[in-house]
């Protein structure tokens, strides 16, 4: 079982170019989430889909967009990328709202 | 606000020793509690939740948790560790449903066990 696979697991950007992560989940989810993991600070929400159509902002929304393709994808794209989202990046994906959370493993993105 | 803490950045115990891990929350209403594990260079694993019911709850790999309402804790434990119970640890709470239910997440605490 891949569960939920994310892509890429390594990126290192320059100041101002774009990038999309991809999030894939094959356990038939309606919940999909996209988290920030930060040194001391945990992980922070930055935005999620409740279900297939829909997507609200989390913590940190700022400087990110989402896409809810269909119910097996959520992308993550950084339309202009500044050194402060230097992080890894983690995908989730959930049975409903709320419910115990499944990861992928990682994006760790540097921004230079 | 709604939040969850784990006072502790590190525990070291040693191998065989009992462990335990903090964490307090604080939420309205009737929580939903979360411990989560995290191995270098991976995601997240579910590692167990209290919803309702025994205050007590068992979970994966001989971890268990014990919910105290009037303490508003979740603290995980194990009675005996195992040098690959290293790792890092998170508590999580759902809160909601006022914009939707949410996971939040503290800030994690980082477990060595020494052999």
């Known amino acids: 079982n891949a569960g939920v696979t994310q892509t890429p697991k390594f990126q290192v950007l320059k100041t101002g170019q774009s990038m999309t992560l991809q999030c894939a989940q094959d356990?038939?989810?309606?919940?999909m989430y996209w988290y920030r993991q930060d040194p001391g600070m945990g992980l922070r929400l930055i935005y999620y889909?409740?279900?297939?159509?829909?997507?609200d902002k989390g913590e940190v929304p700022n400087g990110y967009n989402v896409s809810r393709l269909n119910k097996r994808e959520f992308s993550l794209r950084l339309e202009s990328a500044a050194p402060s989202q230097t992080s890894v990046y983690f995908c989730?994906?959930?049975?409903?709202?709320?419910?115990?959370?499944?990861f992928g493993q990682g994006t760790r993105l540097t921004v230079v | 606000a709604q939040s969850v803490a784990q006072p502790e950045d590190q525990v070291n115990v040693a191998e065989g020793n009992p462990l335990t891990v903090k964490c307090t929350y604080s939420?309205?209403?009737?929580?939903?509690l979360f411990w989560y594990v995290q191995y270098p260079n991976r995601g997240l694993q579910f590692l167990l939740k209290?919803?309702?019911?025994?205050?007590l709850v068992k979970g994966s790999y001989g971890f268990e948790a014990e919910f105290n309402k009037s303490q508003t804790s979740f603290h995980l434990k194990k009675p005996s560790a195992l040098v690959s119970d290293s790792a890092l640890y998170f508590c999580?709470?759902?809160?909601?449903?006022?914009?939707?239910?949410?996971?939040?997440f503290g800030a994690g605490t980082r477990l060595f066990v020494k052999a």
């Open positions: 889909s409740a279900s297939e159509g829909t997507t």
């Open positions: 989730a994906s959930s049975e409903r709202q709320g419910a115990e959370a499944f």
């Open positions: 939420v309205s209403g009737n929580p939903y």
């Open positions: 209290y919803i309702t019911g025994d205050n």
């Open positions: 356990m038939n989810h309606n919940s």
């Open positions: 999580a709470v759902r809160v909601g449903p006022t914009g939707g239910f949410k996971t939040i």
